[in-house]
T-cell receptor, first 116, second 114 residues
Framework: AQTVTQSQPEMSVQEAETVTLSCTYDTSENNYYLFWYKQPPSRQMILVIRQEAYKQQNATENRFSVNFQKAAKSFSLKISDSQLGDTAMYFCAFMKHQTGANNLFFGTGTRLTVIP | DSGVTQTPKHLITATGQRVTLRCSPRSGDLSVYWYQQSLDQGLQFLIQYYNGEERAKGNILERFSAQQFPDLHSELNLSSLELGDSALYFC?????????????FGPGTRLTVT
């Protein structure tokens, strides 16, 4: 079974600063995908970034980047130039690479507060 | 706006009752997933449908069932409701295939069982 662990229940960061959210996972699979989702107070789940396990290059989306360490089974999210709108719950998620069934396994989330 | 719609937004009902939650996937997406988000269980996968057929089952109770219709919309039926079924229920959709595995979530249906 796949498990996803987010060991930081809450974090805070000053506006314009950089923050890193941690995620580790456990799997025996070799091919898989990893995702970070953001859930703001509106409760909408918003895809932030994704990483394919077969790619060595870390994914980047504007101010969001990941540090993917496959051997260590670690997948951290770095948010640069933090903005007030980044205040949200952040969920790390794992998906097996397989045809057909592609459900997500989620971590317990990290609540991030951006302080003005 | 993800393009996934869910109705109703809120639902309040009593224990023992039955409710139906509805989801319309993004245009062109063939897969629909249902997730439950509760305070004690976190975000859990319930069930997936692909082009009308069940593809995967997660921690879905026997009191819960789902289906996907020919127009690809999906319904999640919850029966004999208990207080512990109070949660936010999300539907997500994905295109499946073509190397695209992102799931796009609807706004959710908040179910309160009293």
């Amino acid at each position: 079974a796949q498990t996803v662990t987010q060991s930081q229940p809450e974090m805070s960061v000053q506006e314009a600063e950089t923050v890193t959210l941690s995620c580790t996972y456990d799997t025996s699979e070799n091919n898989y995908y990893l995702f970070w989702y953001k859930q703001p107070p509106s409760r909408q789940m918003i895809l932030v970034i994704r990483q394919e396990a077969y790619k060595q290059q870390n994914a980047t989306e504007n101010r969001f980047s990941v540090n993917f360490q496959k051997a260590a089974k670690s997948f951290s999210l770095k948010i640069s130039d933090s903005q007030l709108g980044d205040t949200a719950m952040y969920f790390c998620a794992f998906m097996k690479h397989q045809t057909g069934a592609n459900n997500l396994f989620f971590g317990t989330g990290t609540r991030l507060t951006v302080i003005p | 706006d993800s393009g996934v719609t869910q109705t109703p937004k809120h639902l309040i009902t009593a224990t023992g009752q039955r409710v139906t939650l509805r989801c319309s996937p993004r245009s062109g997406d063939l897969s629909v997933y249902w997730y439950q988000q509760s305070l004690d269980q976190g975000l859990q996968f319930l069930i997936q449908y692909y082009n009308g057929e069940e593809r995967a089952k997660g921690n879905i109770l026997e009191r819960f069932s789902a289906q996907q219709f020919p127009d690809l919309h999906s319904e999640l039926n919850l029966s004999s409701l208990e207080l512990g079924d109070s949660a936010l229920y999300f539907c997500a959709s994905s295109p499946q295939g073509g190397g695209s595995y992102e799931q796009y979530f609807g706004p959710g249906t908040r179910l309160t069982v009293t």
